[in-house]
């Protein structure tokens, strides 16, 4: 009897639920060859679009399973994966290097680079990156300027060197033949423009002392405070990757090794007033990718609140609204932000808190949510036009960008309130 040929399955239909569900076969470790044909051929789409061909070419490039041994991966996924881990290598060595100039620097690097060792086992093709992220101390940050101008690195055209007008954030580059190196640094944060940016305001000397050292010199965050900037950075959908989502459900897996304080990580998102997206993202991420949480971490991260509140996490945390991806609104050519990416930084600072967000908050955000985003309004203002956008434009630009966003919230809140509500026994 001859030998039988492998069966391959076709593609099937575009399925947002059923993409997730292979994905997190890989996270978990359990996926086969057919499984992975599904996932190569019907959603290369899905794959490219979030950024994840390099999770499925190391799945495959290190699994222990005798079945995949002989497996082929997909051209584009094997050419994705060979170029990530070039580039990855090019730039822990250019992060090295800058480590290595000078001796206990005040820096660590966060974001995807600083999770190859910890979550992805030092498979450097394993996870893609645009940029290194560095949160520097403010004592530090002339030595960390000094060492990047030493080595050619520049402003870019529509950024600025920390300064008052633009505190907190800048983005320097350097070019050496074909590589491109873009170091994007945080320190000295006046004005936070997020969840993330208000924890390295609050916490940065925690970060700092916490940090890790890597076999190359490297400083990254220790797994606890990883987790939290992974949860912070997917505090909305409009940003939010499914690959963020994979980041944390890896970090929380028993293989990566990673000791997450859960008790700690609890206590930092209530002083940040902010447990409730961290439930919905640590729950998705449970439900849906294999994520490993404790139930009394999550049960103390679930606050009583109302019924809108609750529909309105449920709406921005599924699997259909973060399959759709970021909106791509980041900046105009000239680097000018765009006006719907402000409007949205906006309204979701004040409408993805409990209860339609925290005073403080609020008038923070109408006040100052503007200055770090708005070229044409703020930046490229004397001292007096700025005086006069903080006192006037900002404050009814964010009224009126509020009160859009709560009436969009609330009438969202009630259609799912409506639809989740029990339907009334039929009477007989």
Not at 44 to 51: D, M, N, Q, T, V
Not at 202 to 210: D, G, V
Not at 235 to 262: F, N
Not at 406 to 415: A, E, L, P, Q, S
Request: glycine share 8%; charged share 20%; aromatic share 10%.
């Amino acid at each position: 009897m001859p030998d039988e040929k492998p069966q391959i399955l076709a593609p099937s239909p575009l399925n947002s639920q059923r993409f997730v569900d292979l994905i997190r076969l890989i996270i978990t470790r359990r996926a086969q060859s057919p499984d992975l044909d599904e996932l190569s051929a019907g959603y290369a789409g899905l794959l490219r679009a979030h950024k994840l061909e390099g999770l499925l070419g190391s799945y495959v490039q290190h699994s222990d399973d005798p079945e995949l041994s002989r497996y082929q991966l997909p051209g584009y996924i094997q050419k994705k994966y060979l170029t990530t881990s070039r580039f990855n290598l090019i730039q822990l060595d250019e992060i090295e290097s800058i480590f290595g100039q000078e001796k206990d620097l005040e820096a660590v690097l966060i974001g995807g680079l600083g999770l190859l060792d910890t979550v992805y086992g030092g498979d450097y093709g394993a996870r893609g990156v645009s940029d290194f992220d560095l949160v520097v101390s403010e004592n530090h940050t002339d030595r960390l300027l000094a060492i990047l101008t030493a080595k050619g690195y520049r402003p870019r055209e529509f950024q600025e060197a920390f300064s008052p007008a633009f505190p907190g954030h800048m983005e320097w580059v350097r070019k050496e033949g074909p590589n491109l190196y873009n170091a994007d640094i945080k320190g000295k944060i006046e004005t936070p423009i997020s969840l993330i940016y208000e924890f390295l305001k609050k916490y940065p000397a925690a970060l700092l002392s916490r940090a890790k050292t890597t076999a190359g010199g490297i400083r990254i965050p220790d797994p606890t405070h990883m987790a939290i900037l992974a949860i912070m950075g997917l505090e909305h959908k409009t940003y939010a990757k499914l690959r963020g989502y994979v980041d944390l459900a890896l970090l929380t897996q028993p293989a990566a090794k990673a000791e997450i304080d859960w008790p700690q990580l609890v206590e930092v998102m209530h002083q940040m007033q902010a447990p409730r997206p961290a439930a919905a993202v640590l729950g998705y991420c449970r439900d849906n990718l294999g994520a490993v949480v404790p139930p009394d971490a999550l049960s103390a991260l679930y606050t009583k609140r109302s019924p809108w509140t609750n529909a309105w996490f449920r709406f921005f945390v599924s699997t259909d609204a973060i399959i759709e991806g970021p909106t791509r609104v980041r900046r105009n050519k000239a680097g000018t932000p765009k006006y719907q990416t402000m409007m949205i930084q906006l309204v979701r600072r004040i409408t993805t808190y409990d209860n339609f967000g925290y005073i403080t908050r609020i008038l923070s955000t109408i006040l100052f949510g503007f200055e770090t985003y708005n070229d044409i309004l703020y930046k490229q203002k004397t001292a007096m036009g700025r005086t006069l956008c903080r006192c006037i434009v900002h404050p009814v630009l964010g009224v009126m960008l509020s009160m859009i966003g709560m009436m969009y919230t609330f009438i969202v809140g009630c259609k799912m309130a409506i639809k989740d509500r029990p339907a009334k026994p039929v009477k007989q």
